[in-house]
């Protein structure tokens, strides 16, 4: 009877043992149910990582090339589109884009034989597109002067000196050589809400501020934006855009930088 009872016991804390296991081993539910969170409608999804990546490479090409001579920094890959001139970098003396054309908008002075109706081609049809677009909205801008030799800059700044002082010339007008009116890929521009004038209002304006959000779609920046002149060593001037392409244009706009500190966050390949 003992014997018998001790064999009951047994049994029975076996199928306690065995129901305890089976219930420890049925599978939980599946993790991603558990541990995923649930993403907001309202929260919008970063850029990946991989466009991030493309957007701040750049080929070497783009990147200047720069030899000293006579104590000069002197760009020797002018026709790169992206060459960064300014006080520290400069264009040599004799170079004159080779593919200037007039680009087809209207301009505030009615003389057809001039260099300042020109630009480079590329520049100049992404100047067509962005005045056409601007038309669409109703805001009518004027083109004031493109393309400007080494030789003509020379005139403006001699012209600018005598008239404020070079102290205060300096950050008004570009030396010779220092503008990047002589590459081509610079324009300035107005509206009639300033009466076609070259000045810091235009930024005001309707015109202005609409050129200011959108300029970059046709791959132009505002060269020299207000806040920044520590950097561009040159006054605010809301009229004065530079053709650089979508691509660069893009990450300058959205990260509201200047051409310079953009060369300082992308990547040489």
């Not at 805001?139 to 400007?148: D, H, K, P, T």
Request: aromatic share 10%; hydrophobic share 35%.
């Amino acid at each position: 009877m003992k014997k018998w009872l001790c064999c009951f016991v047994i049994i029975i804390s076996g199928c306690q043992s065995f129901g305890s296991l089976e219930q420890e081993q049925k599978p939980s539910k599946p993790p991603v149910q558990v541990e995923e969170p649930a993403r907001s409608p309202q929260t919008p999804t970063p850029p990946s990582e991989q466009q991030e990546q493309e957007e701040l490479v750049l080929e070497e090409q783009f990147w200047n090339q720069v030899e000293v001579q006579n104590g000069l920094k002197v760009i020797v890959n002018p026709d790169n589109v992206l060459a960064l001139v300014n006080k520290e970098q400069q264009l040599p003396a004799d170079y004159k884009p080779a593919d200037l054309v007039i680009p087809n908008v209207p301009f505030t002075f009615k003389e057809t034989d001039v260099e300042k109706r020109h630009m480079r081609a590329e520049a100049a049809k992404a100047l067509e597109e962005m005045f056409t677009a601007a038309k669409k909205q109703q805001m009518i801008l004027y083109a004031v002067s493109g393309y400007r030799s080494y030789e003509r800059q020379q005139q403006l700044f001699v012209s600018e000196v005598q008239r404020l002082g070079k102290e205060k010339a300096v950050v008004a007008v570009a030396m010779p050589g220092k503008s990047e009116h002589q590459t081509g890929l610079a324009i300035d521009i107005t509206s009639p809400s300033v009466q076609y004038a070259i000045t810091p209002a235009f930024g005001d304006t309707p015109e202005g501020k609409w050129v200011a959000q959108h300029a970059h779609e046709f791959g132009f920046i505002i060269r020299y934006p207000k806040g920044k002149e520590h950097i561009t060593k040159y006054q605010y001037e809301p009229w004065h855009l530079r053709y650089v392409g979508k691509k660069a244009a893009k990450v300058i706009y959205e990260k509201q930088i200047t051409l310079e500190e953009y060369f300082q966050i992308v990547k040489k390949i």
